[in-house]
């Protein structure tokens, strides 16, 4: 891991103690695939970034000064993820931020996750809920209790990720994937309004799968389905072999749409793993 | 401000840049008022942040020495706030913590805030409301945009905090503060169940009021209440003359607190504020 911190448009040496980041998880990430040097579909993730600042009111840093620096950090990455946090910056004490506060934010370079199994993964229903939040749904910041203590109920090495629902018991997402199942034919992912994030894989896929579309879903709809599948930006699409005692086979269809995803973007192709 | 920072039992000199504290709020803190050196109500601070560490699943360091540590860094300060974080320390990217990773403590000495006015403070109605999680409330942990987002609404500088209700339309409490509210001559403060933080200064309060006790509030039974005030450990009890149109005079049974607080805790004595 390859780390560099920014406060405003200055390269520093460190994080202030005193980071509004740290003190009340006040700030936004997004985490890409990186395919030789480039972060892959930089463009709409910077768009949920900016959104997600604009929401909790921090200021975006200069959008090319960031993309370059990226680029600097990601010089001879054939393969690998990139992770950008932006925070309010420094603050003193009480959640009142001060006017003038210069946002930080941080890049780094990681290893590239290993390839996902071919024949897809397991899941389970994890106890830990998200609680309904509108006003911070969708958006990436970086409140992430719910999701941390989620994935800490998923202990069984042969576990990939967990599903969670709402404290309403909606199906919303895994901890770090979005969900898409077929039923009746049609591609249905859970909305997304009340909590939960609004994934890019999850848009690419709402434009390119057939009859796709949100829809509100229990667990019975979930283990009922014809197929399931998981995606996110850095894996791609992972076909979903198990959910607690549900197996399904594998799905031609979720085949189908990997191998799109692969040949619009490379970074996803999945032969070689 | 003087800040230490700890990893496990040694003084370091930094925050990494992926500690998960900043990574995703996954932490607690605490906050108390400093007298004499003396770190006021420490037992049962201490209480909460134990309780709140356990519910995250983060181990808690000695608490003789952070008692310690904390003595060394408030010598000399006869009037000062104390924070302590707790954060679960660094890790990779991704939910999942490292088993065996060493926690990140930092600890802060401030500026005591400045005096109360003796009139009473001015309060507003925040738009921003509180998610209801279960399994989140009550502790003090880092994950506070809610908090920060109300607190943002509060630009009018004579208002000193905001109220905010839960997505059911419940009161809870102040951003940075509980709320009492005499109603037919019974103190009652909101339950904290769902949402909310079990405040240090609002237990004691629980225990000394005449007539206290939980209860789930609406706006307007706190608009009619008899009288109002706020509490918080840093600046003991807070009388409140005005939310939004709704205006209090002076209240007697509110002073005769105050006075019995100060007795207790002559930190929080006001006769010179």
Not at 108 to 123: C, I, M, N, Y
């Amino acid at each position: 891991m390859t780390i560099r911190i920014y406060r405003g448009d200055a390269l520093v040496d460190g994080i202030e103690a005193d980071d509004r980041g740290l003190a009340y998880g006040d700030g936004v990430f997004e985490t890409m695939l990186v395919h030789q040097g480039r972060p892959v579909w930089w463009p709409e993730h910077w768009q949920r970034f900016e959104l997600g600042a604009r929401v909790l009111g921090i200021p975006v840093p200069d959008e090319a000064t960031v993309h370059g620096e990226c680029g600097r950090l990601l010089a001879g990455a054939a393969h690998a993820v990139l992770k950008i946090i932006l925070t309010r910056g420094r603050g003193g004490r009480g959640y009142a931020a001060t006017a003038g506060t210069i946002p930080t934010w941080i890049l780094s370079r990681h290893d590239a996750p290993s390839p996902t199994p071919p024949e897809g993964v397991a899941l389970q229903w994890c106890k830990t809920q998200l609680a309904v939040q509108p006003l911070l749904a969708g958006i990436k910041h970086c409140n992430r209790l719910e999701q941390v203590l989620a994935r800490a109920e998923c202990t069984d090495p042969d576990i990939f990720d967990g599903l969670m629902c709402d404290t309403d018991d909606r199906v919303i997402s895994a901890t770090s994937a979005n969900l898409f199942a077929r039923i009746d034919g049609g591609w249905l992912t859970p909305v997304i309004g009340r909590c939960g994030i609004a994934g890019v894989a999850r848009d690419w896929l709402l434009r390119h799968l057939d009859r796709a579309r949100e829809a509100e879903l229990g667990r019975t709809d979930v283990e009922n389905a014809e197929a399931i599948f998981l995606c996110n930006s850095v894996r791609g699409i992972l076909p979903v072999r198990r959910l607690g005692d549900r197996q399904w086979p594998g799905d031609e269809a979720v085949d189908r749409v990997r191998r799109q995803l692969a040949i619009e973007q490379p970074a996803f192709s999945f032969e070689d793993s």
